[in-house]
T-cell receptor, first 112, second 115 residues
């Protein structure tokens, strides 16, 4: 069963920040949160991951609440090419047996 | 550049036949590879974990005799859909763990259509 819940879809104006929420209220203490995106008919692309601290890279920022029950992916200046399905994923298992459990994802549409 | 390749990118086969999908790690050796299935407008569902030199680990509800997995080398895993039926039509995607095992690199996917 998926350990994450996300809104089904969101729209964002081009050039504005896109904030994509994710709920993972049953996450365990050692389980990481990952974000991937999938453009139509392609394999998912890694965006960012975190455990409990906020993270930032060249693509996005990840804000994780102190209780770790939810997180938000922020695309600071969305472009039309950011239109995709964004998956918030919890990595489960132990070293050597990790696996991803995908949620339903959020379909983000960036509008011109 | 691409880290993982899949072949073929799309395939059409007749009901009752078998089809093999290859997943190759291009940049580094992978003792583990993952196979996912994705139906239209749905999320990815993990089917099995492919282990080099040993049997694959299948997720609950996935028939191991129907979806044969062979991890022949550290750079190649194959998924064979045996006796395919129209309901097996789907997008099949493989992935490999990254070097630090923090992320997975996904292949471009194989679209299977069974007529």
């Amino acid at each position: 069963d998926a350990k994450t819940t996300q809104p089904t879809s969101m729209d964002c104006a081009e050039g504005r920040a896109a904030n994509l929420p994710c709920n993972h209220s049953t996450i365990s203490g050692n389980e990481y949160v990952y974000w991937y995106r999938q453009i139509h008919s392609q394999g998912p692309q890694y965006i960012i991951h975190g455990l409990k601290n906020n993270e930032t890279n060249e693509m996005a920022s990840l804000i994780i609440t102190e209780d770790r029950k939810s997180s938000t992916l922020i695309l600071p200046h969305a472009t039309l090419r950011d239109t995709a399905v964004y998956y918030c994923i919890v990595r489960v298992g132990t070293s050597g047996t990790y696996k991803y459990i995908f949620g339903t994802g959020t379909r983000l549409k960036v509008l011109a | 550049g691409a880290v993982v390749s899949q072949h073929p990118s799309r395939v059409i086969c007749k009901s009752g036949t078998s089809v093999k999908i290859e997943c190759r790690s291009l940049d580094f050796q992978a003792t583990t590879m993952f196979w996912y299935r994705q139906f239209p407008k749905q999320s990815l569902m993990l089917m099995a974990t492919s282990n080099e030199g040993s049997k694959a680990t299948y997720e609950q509800g996935v028939e191991k005799d129907k979806f044969l997995i062979n991890h022949a080398s550290l750079t190649l895993s194959t998924l064979t859909v045996t006796s395919a039926h129209p309901e097996d039509s789907s997008f099949y995607i493989c992935s490999i763990p990254g070097q630090g095992a923090y992320e997975q690199y996904f292949g471009p996917g194989t679209r299977l259509t069974v007529t």
